[in-house]
């Protein structure tokens, strides 16, 4: 999970064409991790504790490029912000996070 790239208030009233312009970018640094099975920004009608309006969820098809990926850009500038990433296992997104697609 990236937290912090978009403000949760102005990721609520974003165009989604806007949010996707950015989940775009931010992929493209991404990708050189591994292969990204998935990825999404959550949007303001689907926010909620732990899944914030503006977070982006990453899903790579292997544990280990997920775990580079989290080595390599947690606290790393992009976009002029500095990146916070959360490790989460596949059980707790499944558990808790999957219905925000």
Same mark, same amino acid.
């Given at each position: 999970?990236?937290?912090?790239?978009?403000?949760?208030?102005?990721?609520?009233?974003?165009?989604?064409?806007?949010?996707?312009?950015?989940?775009?970018?931010?992929?493209?640094?991404?990708?050189?991790?591994?292969?990204?099975?998935? &990825?999404?920004?959550?949007?303001?009608? +689907?926010?909620?504790?732990?899944?914030?309006?503006?977070? /982006? =969820? $990453?899903?790579?098809?292997?544990?280990?490029?997920?775990?580079? &990926?989290?080595?390599?850009?947690?606290? +790393?500038?992009?976009?002029?912000?500095?990146?916070?990433? /959360? =490790? $989460?296992?596949?059980?707790?997104?499944?558990?808790?996070?999957?219905?925000?697609?």
């Amino acid at each position: 999970k990236v937290s912090s790239m978009i403000e949760q208030e102005k990721a609520k009233f974003m165009p989604a064409q806007e949010l996707e312009d950015m989940l775009d970018d931010l992929m493209s640094e991404f990708v050189k991790y591994g292969s990204i099975v998935d &990825a999404f920004i959550v949007r303001g009608d +689907k926010s909620t504790v732990g899944a914030e309006a503006g977070c /982006v =969820f $990453i899903m790579f098809g292997e544990k280990e490029q997920a775990e580079k &990926a989290h080595k390599e850009m947690n606290g +790393k500038k992009f976009d002029k912000k500095d990146l916070k990433l /959360v =490790f $989460i296992n596949e059980d707790t997104f499944n558990k808790h996070f999957v219905f925000l697609r």
